[in-house]
């Protein structure tokens, strides 16, 4: 499994992992816990990983990025037209 592109959902407990490659296709759509995600990525190849900006994140960041991996991270008023369906999300903090 070699993603280009991973999206994180974060939350308290169980995020979502959405990864794609090059061309688009679902390599991986996931929940983990969070104990299990730097072992998780520790075992992907460094790729590009995209999640919302908040107090997690910036935590998160920091470990995948010693892990080799780049991430950018998005104001939440952006990550907003990423969600596919028609209900708005309330804002909460992560």
Known sequence: MKPTTVG???????????????????????????????????????????????????????KLVAIGHTVRLMAPQFVESYVKTNKRRRRRRC
């Open 8 to 62: 994180i959902g974060l939350a308290k407990s169980v995020f979502e992992v959405h990864g794609v490659d090059e061309h688009g296709k679902v390599l991986v759509k996931k929940q983990l816990r969070r104990e299990q995600m730097a072992t998780f990525f520790v075992n992907v190849p460094p790729c590009l990983i995209g999640m919302e900006a908040c107090a997690s994140a910036h935590h998160w960041a920091g």
